[in-house]
């Protein structure tokens, strides 16, 4: 019998959605200052769903995919 898994990925990812462009700056502060923050930016997950597909069954986790400009 396995564990059950903690769900520890999807709070990471709801504050990367309502922080990112702080966690750009942070995390990566010469890609921050090339990205044109006045046309905004779209999280794009469920395209990132439709060119990700896992034949395994059950649920799944998928990383964050971002269109900036």
Avoid: C, H, N
Wanted: zero cysteines; proline letters at 6%; aromatic letters at 18%.
């Amino acid at each position: 019998m396995t564990e059950p898994r903690d769900e520890f990925d999807s709070p990471w990812k709801d504050i990367l959605e309502a922080y990112f462009p702080d966690f750009m700056l942070f995390f990566f502060p010469q890609i921050y200052a090339d990205i044109d923050w006045s046309r905004g930016y779209d999280f794009l997950d469920q395209e990132l769903r439709q060119v990700v597909r896992d034949a395994e069954l059950g649920k799944r986790l998928l990383d964050k995919l971002v269109k900036v400009w």
